[in-house]
């Protein structure tokens, strides 16, 4: 087996943190683009739209992973680098950590907020379930319906994965493999007329 990376198996939390009358909330989720980063930081928004802030910090990709921390006007660097660095810490990807925030009404300062936001991300990964995934890369294949059949032994006799599947006049798959197999890959589908990889 190849190189793995370490991920979230699925959602967690909510952690619960409070300080001085503060209550900082932890939730950490698999993601796998800034697309699914923006659609979860909304729910969350939605669900505690009474809250003052929702910052988060996200990993996505294998080494060196793309990243990003937010402080949604917490004093800079108090609230998303601290999320970040407990991602960090455990070495994990695809995954984003949000950490709501309902103001309690007395100020913490930059040190009491660190402190917070550490906390609760770091409550929300150890409730969390890690699994480790092997590194894979994608593949888009586009073919003519009737080469259905042998596209799709070929994916399944090199352990791929579908992630995506679009079926019109042309059928457009992505799937995933482990890099050591996509040259191979590759050089069967590319046998078949009407098969286009890229």
């Known amino acids: 087996m190849g190189a793995t990376y370490k991920t979230l198996a699925g959602p967690a939390g909510p952690s619960e943190f409070k300080d001085r009358g503060s209550k900082f909330l932890g939730y950490g989720f698999p993601v796998h683009s800034e697309a699914d980063v923006k659609r979860l930081v909304e729910q969350i928004r939605k669900a505690h739209h009474k809250a003052r802030h929702w910052c988060y910090a996200w990993r996505i990709g294998p080494e060196p992973a793309a990243e990003r921390a937010n402080d949604d006007g917490e004093p800079a660097r108090s609230a998303g680098q601290p999320i970040l660095q407990q991602i960090r810490a455990r070495e994990l990807t695809d995954t984003l950590v949000v950490v709501v925030r309902y103001f309690g009404g007395v100020k913490l300062g930059v040190g009491g907020l660190i402190r917070a936001y550490k906390a609760a991300a770091s409550e929300v990964l150890d409730m969390a379930e890690i699994m480790e995934k092997p590194i894979t890369q994608s593949l888009q294949i586009r073919f003519d319906y009737d080469r259905m059949n042998t596209v799709m032994k070929i994916i399944k006799r090199f352990g791929g994965q579908i992630r995506r599947q679009n079926a019109g006049q042309q059928v457009e798959i992505e799937a995933e493999f482990e890099p ?19």
């Open 180 to 198: 050591e197999k996509i040259e191979a890959v590759k050089e069967q589908l590319n046998n078949w007329e009407g098969v286009e990889v890229k």
